[in-house]
């Protein structure tokens, strides 16, 4: 079945393209949200992977918090993970977690915020709330962004993302519907801006429901009639290896597409049957693009004259898993067919996702394609069918945005390999490999 006809038959929202916006950067977006949350005037779910207890963080959280001051009837609620909220950052020595500061801020207004934690599963390393789009009033503002510093772009580096903005009563109502409903009222989400918390363990019980019904939760979606004027969006959620509706559309976009296909992945770390359906799209003739940051722009990279980390070998593992994918088809690089694209720009890190195929059919999510996205995280995204290509100048003008501070590899000589890499990268790498623990590091991670 053509793409189009395949995809036009989901159920989807019929959307204005005029109403439909891509933002430039991560300052950008956060003058964005933090202009719809001064201005709201119905309801803000804010939802993300964390909610920092740094500089961007509380400016986010107090811009929520005056809104709700000033009109106590204003709808808020913000939904993180249980598990991040609630620890500290990868590799401090110490931490209490996010939690503190959400008390802090119920402590000091009298309009308190709920600041639910999402628990996925009853470990963080089994699966994160890992989905996307927040509703303001009658918009999705969609980014694979957190809020804090860096993906704000607070000081003086950022964390490259996409950012998108949909205008569309119908698709607001059914992500705050999803939020309220499959997420807020069940028995296992817990308020952390409330002091007295139970702990995982209490809630291990509930937690297994929790992952039951995510398993067959949905979005609810009106088929409305699409006119030749309007894109279709369907907004799609997973989590797991079975029955999960995102992770079958990936595929299924892998497999229909005909002439060009554009992924984007921070971590180049695919399931098999991505790997597989990648293959095949470059012998059918597909010319398949693959734009994945460069070692230095991943967020676990750190500097040789750094002190050193066990997590910031994960940067050169995901290189060594590039290099490999390159070598295979190298020659495939050589005609064309395959084109892979390092991006890295000063001291600032790389968090694009989604996929673009045949410049009608778009992806935007948080999924990073990678294994842990396949089979362990919740995981969403929005699927845009626009076969009169209406969007098609405002998808390319980003992309010329985000190949900016690419580089083409031409030549493997381009990838570092093991002997070059720095002395504790290459001894914990070697350990790694011996002991066949990047196998499981690769479903984790």
Known sequence: MPIRRLFGSLPAFAVDPNQFHVLPSALGFREYVLNAIRNATSRIYLVALYLEDDEA????????????????????????????????????????????????????????????GVPVRNREVFGVLHLKGCVIDDSVIYSGASFNNVYLHFHDRYRFDRYHVIQHTALANSIAEFIQYDLIDHPAVQDLSHRLLPTTKALKPAIRQFRLALGKATYRVDNQPVS???????????????????????????????????????????????LREIKRAIKRGVKVSIVVGDKKANDFYIAPDQPFKAISGLPYLYEMNLRKFAAVNERHIASGQLSIHLWKHGGNSFHLKGLWVDRRIMLLTGNNVNPRAWAL??????????????????????????YQHTQRIDSLSQFEVMDDYPAKVQRLLKKVIRTRADRLLKRIL
């Open 57 to 116: 963080g509380r400016e986010i959280l107090t811009a929520a918090y005056e809104a709700k001051q000033r009109n106590p009837r204003l709808d808020v609620a913000i939904c993180v993970d249980w598990h991040r909220a609630q620890r500290g950052l990868i590799g401090a020595k110490n931490g209490t977690g996010n939690a503190a500061m959400y008390q802090a801020f119920a402590d000091k207004f009298p309009h308190p915020i709920p600041v639910y």
């Open 228 to 274: 030749e004027g309007q894109v279709a969006v369907t907004p799609l959620v997973g989590v797991g290896r079975r029955g999960n509706d995102l992770n079958q559309t990936i595929i299924t976009m892998l497999v229909q597409a005909v002439d060009e296909l554009v992924l984007c992945t921070p971590y180049f770390n695919l399931p098999k049957v991505v």
């Open 377 to 402: 995280d919740l995981e969403n995204g929005l699927l845009i069918n626009d076969p009169k290509q209406h969007l098609l100048a405002k998808f390319s003008e980003e992309f010329d945005t985000i």
